[in-house]
């Protein structure tokens, strides 16, 4: 489970793995800032699906360019606290 706080209702929200794509620059971005390969980031656009181990990492970066996404998209849930 993960819990938004206030400060997270600023960002703009995020509802698919393709827009998560375009917010960290590119499907090249991603692959090289994950470290994984342009195929398997295009395959998560594909499956509207995003490894669960890359969500601290990947939510950490779209806030810092102003941006939240559904946990959903890694395959967690949401608390808002």
Known sequence: MVC???DDSELVRLHNVRG???ALGGT???AAFTK???QAVSNWIAEDRISPRLFLLMSAAL???GYSADP???GQE???I
């Open 72 to 74: 959903s998209l890694w």
């Open 28 to 30: 090249e971005a991603v």
């Open 63 to 65: 806030k810092e360019h």
């Open 4 to 6: 938004l706080t206030q």
């Open 36 to 38: 994984r390969s342009p």
């Open 78 to 80: 949401a608390a808002v």
């Open 20 to 22: 998560v794509v375009r």
